[in-house]
């Protein structure tokens, strides 16, 4: 039986290898568009709400606030992120593992939410390999490839870190060398 395919995977495919970058990149509000959003109800203009959202490690989540939301606080940034995306919509980005709270303000700055956010291991393809007290990570989708996660060993996480920083340098210098052969500064 043939799967049918995703509208995104339709236009990378069609657009084919040259296009494929400009697609993601216009394909990427699209599907948070088409993500599900969860609401935090917020009654009247003084009423305030609170509810507990869970957000994956390294993962977004769309939010829909009732009300028009103006202002955002973040109890602690380094364990998750909140940005309005719209008046009634908010992305919660999981940053490290735990719990901050967030609060929403109106324009007039009436607090209409406070939402606590919890950030979680949501990696259904991640495998931890403990030997005594070293541990290392690695994203096994379909092949296992090291990945860099909070509690890995230090010359584990500096091995695989320099292997991406030397990636994006050279992905930097390939776009710089396309953009000055382009004409483009």
């Known amino acids: 039986m043939r799967r049918a395919m995703?509208?995104?995977?339709?236009?990378l495919k069609a657009a084919?290898?040259?296009?494929?970058?400009?697609?993601?990149?216009?394909?990427?509000?699209?599907?948070?568009?088409?993500?599900?959003v969860h609401t935090a109800n917020a009654g009247g203009m003084y009423e305030?709400?609170?509810?507990?959202?869970?957000?994956?490690?390294?993962?977004?989540?769309?939010l829909r606030i009732e009300g028009a939301a103006a202002i955002v606080a973040v109890g602690n940034p380094s364990i998750a992120d909140a940005i309005i995306q719209r008046s009634d919509m908010l992305l919660l980005i999981g940053r490290s593992y735990g719990a901050t709270n967030v609060l929403v303000f109106d324009h007039d700055g009436n607090e209409t939410a406070s939402l606590i956010v919890n950030v979680?291991?949501?990696?259904?393809?991640?495998?931890?390999?403990?030997?005594g007290t070293l541990q290392s990570s690695y994203n096994c989708a379909p092949d296992c490839r090291a990945i860099?996660?909070?509690?890995?060993?230090?010359?584990?996480?500096?091995?695989?870190?320099?292997?991406?920083?030397?990636?994006?340098?050279?992905?930097?210098?390939?776009?710089?060398?396309?953009?000055?052969?382009s004409g483009e500064e």
């Open 16 to 36: 084919g290898r040259a296009g494929r970058v400009a697609c993601m990149a216009a394909a990427i509000p699209a599907a948070f568009l088409a993500a599900p």
């Open 6 to 11: 995703s509208p995104t995977h339709r236009v």
């Open 148 to 181: 860099v996660r909070i509690g890995d060993s230090e010359d584990f996480s500096e091995g695989v870190a320099k292997q991406i920083g030397a990636k994006m340098g050279l992905a930097t210098e390939g776009a710089e060398a396309t953009a000055a052969g």
């Open 48 to 62: 305030m709400v609170s509810h507990d959202f869970t957000v994956g490690i390294d993962q977004a989540k769309m």
């Open 120 to 131: 979680v291991d949501a990696a259904p393809r991640l495998v931890t390999l403990n030997r």
